[in-house]
Structure formats: structure tokens, C-alpha cells
């Protein structure tokens, strides 16, 4: 992918981002894959309704040296870990969509109920990375291992992180995962009963 198409899919794609209700104010990000080596992300702190093309920050996930003096996402090592061991892996969304992160808060494990979800999500079980601060190699290594087997994983106390082969997939990802987790959360009230 040429690195213009990329930084314009990116810069859309944190404002419907917004328009999803899937982040709020400067929180959560995206990233999508332009070569075995590099990617385009969201830069830290700046407001999605405010981004333009130029604003995204072509990195090196091997080296994390990023281009120009934009700052990239800080969730960026989460990022390029999951490029890094899921070679397959185009696109990853970080997101702290409602539902997703009372579970993530309660640090629990997402039992999907629906067959339908299970095969979007990429298994029955969705699991929840154990806290850690953001921005630090446990968060990184503790969410890309929680993300294994699976197009979704939650980061306790944190939020949530997608993934998937094209953009398209990956929103389709976080969309059914905040649906997946209104059922658990649902099931779980019922069972307290």
C-alpha cells in the first residue's frame, strides 16, 4: 500500500473511530500495515475530528524510529508487536468501547455466546491481557499474547485491541465484540440473580 492511500485510510478510519462510539476525545488509535517492515498510525493526543492526511506517522516496527516530527500513537509497541508475530495481521484498532471495557475493567475472559460472533471474533473465547500500565513492555507483550488465537482481546483496566487482514474487518471486529460483551455482561446479570 502507497503511504498517501495509507495515510488517508488511517486519518478516516480515527474518525469513525468517533462516529462509532468505539473511543472518545484522543483515546484509542489505529494503525495499517504498508510493508513487512512499516506502518502507518494516529498520532498521540491530537483530537480525531481534528486530523488530516498528514498527521499519521509512517513507523519502523522493528526499530520504532518514526518519520517527521509527529509523535505516533503510544500504544505504538502494541502495535508493532502484534505486525511483528502475526505476519497475516494488515490493520489493528486499539479502542475503549463501553461494553468491551466493563469487561476488561471486571478482568474477565469473554465467553461468546453467539455462533455467528464466534466465527467474526476468531473463537469462543475472547481473553482479557492481566493489568499493566500503558505504554510498557507487559502491556505489549501480555495483549499480543491475550491476542494469539484470537481477532480481539481486551487489556484489563485498559480497553481493547482488534485486528484482521483489511480495516473493514478489523471495525467489523470491534463492532461485534462490543456486541459479544453486552450479551456476556447481560448473562452475567442474569446469573447474579
Known amino acids: 500500500m502507497e503511504i498517501r492511500e495509507a495515510k488517508n485510510i488511517v486519518c478516516n478510519a480515527g474518525k469513525q473511530l ?45 526499530t520504532l524510529k518514526f518519520e517527521g516530527n509527529i509523535k505516533p500513537s503510544s500504544e505504538l509497541k502494541l502495535h508493532c508487536q502484534i505486525y511483528k ?16 471495557s466493563i469487561v476488561a475493567a471486571a478482568q474477565k475472559d469473554v465467553v461468546v455466546l453467539d455462533e455467528a460472533h464466534q466465527k467474526i471474533l ?6 482479557t491481557a492481566p493489568y499493566a500500565l500503558p505504554n510498557t513492555k507487559k502491556i505489549t507483550v501480555e495483549s499480543a499474547r491475550a491476542i494469539e488465537n484470537s481477532n480481539a482481546a481486551l487489556m484489563a483496566n485498559h480497553g481493547v485491541v482488534c485486528i484482521g487482514e483489511k480495516l473493514e474487518d478489523v471495525f467489523n471486529v470491534a463492532r461485534t465484540l462490543e456486541d459479544a ?4 455482561v447481560d448473562s452475567q446479570k442474569q446469573t447474579a440473580r
Not at 24 to 48: E, F, K, L
Not at 92 to 97: K, L
Not at 181 to 184: A, G, S, T, V
Open 18 to 62: 468517533l462516529k462509532d462510539g468505539l473511543v472518545a476525545r484522543t483515546w484509542g488509535n489505529v494503525s495499517v500495515r504498508i510493508s513487512d517492515t512499516q506502518m502507518v498510525i494516529t498520532p498521540t493526543g491530537r483530537s480525531y475530528n481534528e486530523l488530516v492526511p498528514d498527521d499519521m506517522v509512517v513507523v519502523d516496527f522493528y
Open 85 to 100: 508475530t502475526r505476519p497475516h495481521i494488515n490493520a489493528v484498532i486499539h479502542t475503549h468501547q463501553m461494553y468491551a
Open 122 to 127: 476468531g473463537g469462543k473465547i475472547i481473553k
Open 181 to 184: 460483551c453486552k450479551l456476556f
